[in-house]
């Protein structure tokens, strides 16, 4: 009697492993479908950007993926952000300790000519906007203008106090023609029950390697990069705070999207209103839509069950024909300098 009661548990255990076995071959081919399962920017159909003829005081801006943008006039260059190292997705779900990747850095500040560095500008301090800051300032002469906790992740790295700048609200700074105006916005509500994630301050100097769960943020910006040609509004995360940019005026503004569509097309069009329509700005390229955990050059879209960004994209066009039917949307090209404003002659 032992024996076959010995033998039903036995194949009660093989059934019951197998079973287990199964649904998590199931369950790990439907994350990879999940993961694979993305959509393309040929799907969205919005025009370039005006062509504005050359000259020699022209203002570019260059976009270097998620919510990077190198903004040059001639004389003077300004880096939002400057994110190239590219944590991979491992090391974040395994908590691994990270830092700046000198080979990645080193490339990039040749190949893209960042020579007349003033300023470098995180819109907030968690790593896919702050974490190479410093090992970018140790490579130029350029200020870091930023909140206190992005100050302390430039102090972790060993950039000279004389090259930090913590930002007051509604400050303004010149660095040559360029007057960087630092407007306090909350962070997008993205994380459980709409709280902000990875939340906190850095209170002491942040010293690589890290994990990204370490560059905690407290305070975002609305950056607007002024120049006497125009002036074009970065607004990196998807927050928003009632009035806080009555009175700004912007020609374009970069609308960070991540994560958007996961908040519902009401606070979309709550957001539209509040950065676009309230800045006048007739032009609008999205963007932080792109993996961040890709490598450096490599533009591919999160997948569809994190952030539809064709879903969004949709939104937009909606609410953009409904309030204001005279701006524009584009998408932004990787790598390819944009004038952005027509010349404008002080003397006429």
Do not use: C
């Not at 260059?77 to 908590?95: K, V, Y």
């Not at 909140?147 to 700048?165: F, H, K, L, M, T």
């Not at 609305?222 to 040609?229: A, E, F, Q, R, Y």
Request: negative net charge; without cysteine.
């Amino acid at each position: 009697m032992r024996q076959i009661e010995l033998a039903e548990v036995k194949r009660w255990a093989r059934r019951t492993a197998l079973t287990v076995l199964a649904v998590l071959a199931v369950g790990s081919m439907a994350t990879v479908w999940l993961w694979r399962d993305r959509a393309s920017l040929d799907d969205i159909d919005w025009p370039p950007y005006p062509h504005v003829e050359p000259s020699l005081d022209a203002v570019t801006m260059t976009w270097l993926g998620v919510t990077t943008l190198l903004f040059d006039d001639g004389e003077t260059q300004i880096l939002i952000d400057g994110f190239f190292s590219r944590p991979t997705l491992l090391d974040a779900l395994l908590s691994r300790p990270v830092e700046s990747d000198a080979a990645t850095i080193n490339y990039v500040l040749d190949e893209y000519r960042m020579r007349r560095l003033a300023a470098i500008i995180p819109g907030q301090s968690h790593y896919d906007h702050a974490m190479d800051i410093g090992a970018i300032a140790n490579r130029s002469s350029a200020s870091i203008l930023g909140s206190e906790s992005a100050a302390n992740i430039a102090r972790g790295a060993g950039v000279p106090e004389d090259q930090i700048i913590v930002a007051a609200d509604r400050g303004e700074y010149q660095f040559g023609k360029f007057t960087i105006t630092m407007i306090e916005a909350p962070h997008a509500p993205i994380g459980w029950g709409g709280s902000v994630p990875v939340s906190g301050t850095i209170d002491e100097p942040l010293v690589p390697p890290a994990t990204i769960w370490d560059y905690r943020e407290n305070k975002s910006y609305s950056i607007l990069v002024g120049h006497p040609h125009g002036a074009t509004l970065v607004h990196g995360s998807g927050g928003f705070a009632q009035d806080a940019h009555v009175g700004v005026q912007a020609d374009v503004v970069m609308l960070g999207v991540s994560l958007l569509d996961g908040l519902g097309r009401d606070y979309a069009e709550q957001y539209w209103q509040a950065i676009v329509t309230t800045t006048g700005a007739r032009h609008v390229f999205p963007f932080h839509f792109d993996d961040f955990t890709r490598p450096f050059g490599e533009i591919e879209l999160y997948p569809r069950a994190l952030d539809d960004f064709l879903k969004t994209s949709k939104w937009l066009e909606e609410i953009g024909a409904t309030w204001d039917a005279d701006t524009k949307l584009h998408l932004p090209q990787f790598d390819k300098p944009l004038i952005l404003y027509p010349n404008v002659d002080p003397e006429a």
